[in-house]
């Protein structure tokens, strides 16, 4: 079935710096989704990519939907405390369905 | 959180007793989903609904049940919870206008099972 390969599974790093993150899959995907979950909370949506090649920014937040539509990445510039969570990259199953298959998550932690 | 509501949001209950949980949303979506979520596994699709009476199974389905009569309430049963079952629970919906295969999360419900 379809799967998505998430890396790193986590990352330590200190306020400030860059972080970057993707997700890989063996198949096709027409929709790209970044969902962030703070602790204790559901996972809230970043950002949405519908197109081979596009590349979304939401503030300090860019994501970019690969040319081969089998991958994606999230990138954080200058990272904050606030940043901690984990990060889900999600995709629909095959066929249109609205059913999503997602990423096993990529937590992050920062150090002020 | 989209005007989804999740209640309870904590629960413990004992081994073998029945246990609802319960999802309302305010935003007349039409999909409604039941994910579990549990360390090392992410998120995980119990059941969902594409409408009012219209229901299937996800990819972890045995030992709950779901019914939906009405569009704004998906409700999850656990009809003899086990210690398996301990893990948090998220409600989601999609469907809305401009908002392709986008899904909103409720809070969430913390089940322990004892």
């Known amino acids: 079935g379809q799967q998505l390969n998430q890396s790193p599974q986590s990352m330590f790093i200190q306020e400030g710096e860059d972080v970057s993150m993707n997700c890989t899959s063996s198949s096709i995907f027409n929709t790209w989704l970044w969902y962030k979950q703070d602790p204790g909370e559901g996972p809230v949506l970043l950002i949405a990519l519908y197109k081979a090649g596009e590349l979304t920014s939401n503030g300090r937040l860019t994501a970019q939907f690969g040319i081969t539509r089998k991958d994606s990445f999230l990138n954080i510039s200058a990272s904050i405390p606030s940043d901690v969570g984990i990060y889900f990259c999600a995709g629909p199953f095959w066929g249109g369905s609205e059913k999503l298959v997602f990423g096993k998550g990529t937590k992050l932690t920062v150090n002020p | 959180d989209a005007g989804i509501t999740q209640s309870p949001r904590h629960k413990v209950t004992e081994t073998g007793t029945p246990v609802t949980l319960r999802c309302h949303q305010t935003e007349n979506h039409r999909y409604m989903y039941w994910y579990r979520q549990d360390p090392g596994h992410g998120l995980r699709l119990i059941h969902y609904?594409?409408?009012?009476?219209?229901?299937d199974k996800g990819e972890v389905s045995d030992g709950y049940s779901v019914s939906r009569s009405k569009t704004e309430d998906f409700l999850l049963t656990l009809e003899s919870a086990t210690s398996s079952q301990t893990s948090v629970y998220f409600c989601a919906i999609s469907g809305g206008t401009g908002t392709k295969n986008i899904q909103y999360f409720g809070a969430g419900t913390r089940l322990s099972v004892l």
């Open positions: 609904s594409y409408g009012v009476k219209d229901t």
